[in-house]
């Protein structure tokens, strides 16, 4: 089977389940900006994150599976074979995020992106995670998508702030603090 099927050459693109789009389609862009934040957490595992690297792996694969949410309208017959977002995901991120947070130290600053590679691509993913939040945002309010993949992206965020903290502290470098209205430097 070859990579390329010719059949989006006219900017429309089928969804599983059966129906074509154009590539603009609300329900296209959130996908494909899930899509980007999955290759934006391969990017920060990439860049080595030690014993935080499981977890990232278990975020790509759980990834795939809100793009196959979000590839799927809901009521068709693909929709009963596709996997769906768990709650127990949500959960574990929770849990994952209060284990972390115990021990990091306390947060007295908003922090700057940035200190190792592997901080400042976390940051960047949960960046693309906000967007993709934002798209899903009127899938759900359309009733596309259920609440749960909206309430696993807005976790997924808070987790990747937490993820790019931890990366930084394990490595012994200290978050880069905001100093409101900025300090020349020298």
């Known amino acids: 089977m070859k990579i390329y099927t010719r059949t989006g050459d006219s900017g429309h693109t089928g969804l599983f389940g059966g129906g074509r789009v154009s590539k603009?389609?609300?329900?296209?862009?959130?996908?494909?900006?899930?899509?980007?934040?999955n290759a934006a957490i391969g990017v920060a595992r990439a860049a080595g994150l030690g014993a935080l690297d499981p977890w990232c792996q278990d975020l790509q694969d759980q990834l795939f599976t809100v793009g196959a949410v979000l590839a799927t309208p809901r009521g068709t017959p693909a929709a009963?074979?596709?996997?769906?977002?768990?709650?127990?995901?949500?959960?574990?991120?929770?849990?994952?995020?209060?284990?972390?947070?115990?021990?990091l130290p306390p947060q007295t600053h908003f922090i700057l992106p940035g200190g190792t590679p592997a901080s400042a691509t976390l940051h960047l993913a949960r960046t693309v995670c906000r967007r993709a939040e934002r798209s899903v945002v009127p899938l759900f309010r359309d009733g596309q998508v259920d609440e749960l993949t909206l309430r696993f992206l807005n976790r997924l965020s808070?987790?990747?702030?937490?993820?790019?903290?931890?990366?930084?502290?394990?490595?012994?470098?200290?978050?880069?603090?905001?100093?409101?209205?900025?300090?020349?430097?020298?």
């Open 24 to 37: 603009d389609d609300p329900r296209v862009a959130a996908y494909g900006e899930v899509d980007e934040l």
């Open 80 to 103: 009963a074979h596709i996997p769906h977002v768990r709650e127990e995901w949500v959960s574990a991120m929770e849990s994952r995020i209060d284990s972390l947070e115990g021990e």
């Open 158 to 186: 808070d987790f990747l702030f937490v993820l790019a903290r931890a990366a930084n502290h394990r490595a012994g470098v200290k978050d880069v603090p905001w100093i409101p209205g900025g300090k020349p430097s020298p």
